[in-house]
Each structure stands twice: as C-alpha cells, then as structure tokens.
C-alpha cells in the first residue's frame, strides 16, 4: 500500500509468529504502521526501507484495513500493536520469557513493568529505559546488560522505526517491536479507547477526543484515502 507491504495475519497468528521467532533465536524486528506512518513512508525512503525491512509489518488500525479493501486486496484484519503485544506477552508469561521496556518519559516504563508483572504473572521485566537519551550506545550497552528476549520500543513514529533498522542487530534481544505509546497505556498514564468503540473501529477517533492535538497527525487521513484510491484505480496497489 503505497509502497509498504503488510502481512496478511490476524493477532493471534502474529503473537505466534514473533514468539517462535524468540524461541528458534531468529533475529528482527516488528513494525506496526498505521496511516500516518505509511503517508510519512511516501516522504522518506530511510523510513519506508525501516519498514518494509521488518520481519512482520501489522496493519495497525482501522485506516489500512479500509486503504487494503479499496486497493482490492482486503486484510484479514486489524492488528492494534497493544493486542499484539498483549498476546505475545500471554505466550511469554507461560515460558519464563524476559522482555525490557524501553522508550516514553522517566517513570513511565517503570510504571508500566509494576502493572505488567501484575498482569502476567510469568513474564520477567528484565530491565526498562526512558526514550530521551541520546546516548544510543549507552542505551544498548543497558539492554544487553538485562539480557532479554523481546525489546519493546517506544518512541512514537518515525524515530522508532529508524531506530531498530539501526540497531536491531546490536542488542542481544531476539527481536524488537515498535510499539508508539503503549507503554503510556500499560502505565495507565493515557486511557486505551472502550471496548465497543474499538469493536467499531473508532480507536483513532476516541484518541482524538482524548488528544485533540493529535489532529495535525490525522489532517493527512484524506490525502492519505485518496491517494490509496488514485493508486487503485492505477491497478498498481502500489506508488
Ligand atoms: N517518545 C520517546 N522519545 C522521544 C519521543 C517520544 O520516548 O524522543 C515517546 C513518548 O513519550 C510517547 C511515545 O514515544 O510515550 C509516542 O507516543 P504516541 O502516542 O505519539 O505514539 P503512537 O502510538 O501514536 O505512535
């Protein structure tokens, strides 16, 4: 879709994948672009090759699934990076597995690894780090030092992507995944949209009366359809 290819998997068929990937020690990285990182893709070939070189690419949100469907080549489903993650983290908790947090404000992931402990029981929080050091190696040498299997990276779009296209192949971690503000949902800092508005697909629009300063991000949600329909009828599903 506009140059960004996705994998066609539900999220349990996705948890599954990334967690054998921990188990077999296959090494990569998860993305999970949602409109705006596919239009920002359009802009950046750095940003559009960090993608596209991710070992699984999730549809994440209910704007790739509409842009796949208007291209004629439906998804599945969607994949929100939190019920992604949340799955991998149940897989996880029942092998020991050990994940470090990395990314959002200080405290922020400190917060989030008390609630995930709570929550699964089984899963070790190996270590955590805010997502304001410029100090990449330093950031890398505390990561390797935990020793986890799983590296969750939070630093919003495009800086995540970018960051383990670069980096991916120096931590020990078997695989990383970009994940936005999930840690601030797992802190409880920012509150995930109620179930039946996510059953309805507006996600996107309960975090934009949450945020309303996220509107400047979404401006470029009709740009974005209607460049997915241009490129429909071009029959290219592709630039
Ligand atoms: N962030 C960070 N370092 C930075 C910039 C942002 O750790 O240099 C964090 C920020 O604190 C927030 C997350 O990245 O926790 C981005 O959240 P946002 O809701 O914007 O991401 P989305 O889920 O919309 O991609």
């Known amino acids: 879709m506009l140059g960004v290819g996705f994998d066609d998997m539900t999220v349990a068929e996705a948890a599954k994948r990334a967690a054998e990937m921990i188990s077999g020690g296959e090494r990569g990285y998860v993305v999970t672009p949602n409109p705006e990182i596919v239009w920002m893709c359009r802009k950046s070939s750095a940003l559009r090759e960090a993608v596209n070189g991710a070992s699984l690419v999730l549809a994440d949100g209910v704007g790739v699934t509409l842009g796949a469907r208007i291209l004629g080549r439906p998804l599945r489903g969607r994949v929100p990076g939190i019920d992604f993650i949340d799955t991998l983290f149940g897989l996880m908790s029942l092998s020991g597995g050990r994940v470090f947090l990395f990314g959002a404000k200080p405290g922020v992931a400190e917060a989030a690894s008390e609630k995930l402990r709570r929550r699964y029981p089984g899963l070790v929080v190996a270590g955590v780090c805010d997502g304001y050091s410029d100090d990449v190696s330093a950031v890398i040498g505390k990561i390797n030092a935990a020793a986890p299997d799983l590296l969750v990276v939070c630093l919003g779009a495009p800086k ?9 192949r120096h931590v020990s971690a078997a695989l990383c995944v970009g994940l936005g503000g999930a840690l601030d949902v797992f802190a409880g800092a920012v509150r995930r949209a109620p179930a039946p508005w996510r059953r309805l697909g507006l996600e996107w629009l309960y975090r934009l009366i949450s945020d309303p300063r996220r509107l400047k991000r ?13 490129s429909g009828l071009r029959g290219k599903g592709g630039r």
């Open 160 to 168: 995540q992507e970018l960051w383990m296209a670069q980096n991916a």
């Open 218 to 230: 979404m401006a470029i949600l009709p740009q974005y359809l209607l460049a997915v329909i241009w």
